[in-house]
């Protein structure tokens, strides 16, 4: 088939799928093919929603949005069809050479159909599959899920994962034959800027010093944990909290501020497109989560010269 390093080497097509989202594999993903694109790859990416980082126009970046139709017998719009399908299409009249898919569940499946469709046409699509976390941590070991993602792992022609641990993890729950590759993620330094002390000011008027926390807001962050260690750092110094992000937990937390003595201290910023400039005015962000495979968060936040706090959980150690 037409795979070969030296191909990989030259200027390619490439097809990225991920989740266009702020979480850290939608990150990871969209960083990875600007990268690319500024090597002068073209770079195509193929989800549900223009990928959150991809905010502007980009020389050698594409964005393919996959349409779900619905139609009254759908409970579930079936995404999976509707994004093989357009894999096809796109790598079809593309003429995209690799793809390469963050998150297993479902992309690596989706990919395997995607690759046996254009394999019928004689066509042999590589696919590369970065493991993130909770598709194998949480999600993916569940036996709902498990047959299905061991198959897709070890169809790929290159597995990542994004720690040491997670690639640990991957082996201990799956029964996998493929060699995964270790590819830590990664930030580039020089999108991390000094601190905006009048923004500092705006939430610490008083010198106070600010304590941060970044996260989708489920329940494997442990936000409720966040939370009581500020209550006990702001009986020894003065300061704040400020909470980035949203998600299902959030109510929940909101209501434990409420009600707890440290309300006025305690600040939901909300979900943020970027969040470096936040990230950055902060004294201490703290890192709570019951298991990480990675955290991006904290890498960003270290890149922003703030210290970091967190339990040493999964990737979290490798990260420090
Ligand atoms: O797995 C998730 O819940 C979301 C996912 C994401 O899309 O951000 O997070 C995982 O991948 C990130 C990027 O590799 C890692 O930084 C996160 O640590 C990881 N989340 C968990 O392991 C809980």
Request: charged fraction near 25%; charge should be neutral.
């Amino acid at each position: 088939h037409p795979y070969s390093p030296q191909k990989i080497l030259a200027r390619n097509n490439i097809g990225i799928v991920c989740y266009p989202t702020n979480g850290g594999s939608g990150v990871r993903a969209t960083e990875l093919g600007i990268g690319l694109a500024k090597k002068a790859h073209q770079v195509h990416f193929i989800t549900y929603r223009r990928p959150a980082r991809l905010g502007h126009f980009h020389e050698n970046v594409f964005y393919h949005e996959v349409t779900n139709e619905d139609y009254p017998l759908f409970e579930y719009p079936p995404y999976d069809t509707a994004l093989a399908s357009k894999l096809v299409d796109v790598i079809r009249y593309e003429k995209i050479e690799i793809l390469h898919v963050h998150y297993a569940i479902p992309h690596a499946a989706v990919a395997y159909m995607a690759k046996k469709i254009l394999l019928q046409e004689g066509r042999y699509i590589p696919v590369v599959t970065t493991l993130h976390g909770t598709d194998i941590t949480l999600v993916g070991k569940d036996s709902s899920f498990e047959p299905v993602i061991t198959f897709a792992i070890n169809e790929s022609d290159a597995v990542t994962a994004v720690s040491e641990d997670l690639k640990k993890e991957t082996y201990k729950h799956f029964h996998i034959k493929k060699e995964i590759n270790v590819v830590p993620n990664f930030i580039c330094l020089k999108d991390f800027k000094e601190p905006d002390m009048d923004l500092k000011k705006s939430f610490a008027p008083n010198g106070e010093k600010i304590v941060i926390h970044v996260s989708n807001f489920r329940k494997v962050k442990r936000v409720q944990d966040v939370v009581k260690v500020f209550s006990k750092i702001k009986d020894e110094v003065s300061s704040v909290l400020l909470l980035v992000g949203d998600g299902p937990e959030r109510h929940h937390i909101e209501e434990m501020c409420r009600q707890s003595k440290d309300c006025d201290r305690i600040k939901f910023i909300g979900k943020m497109k970027e969040t470096e400039k936040i990230q950055a005015i902060a004294d201490l962000f703290l890192l709570t989560s019951e298991f990480e495979s990675f955290g991006l968060a904290a890498l960003e936040s270290m890149a922003s010269k703030v210290p970091v706090i967190s339990t040493n959980k999964g990737g979290l150690p490798e990260v420090m």
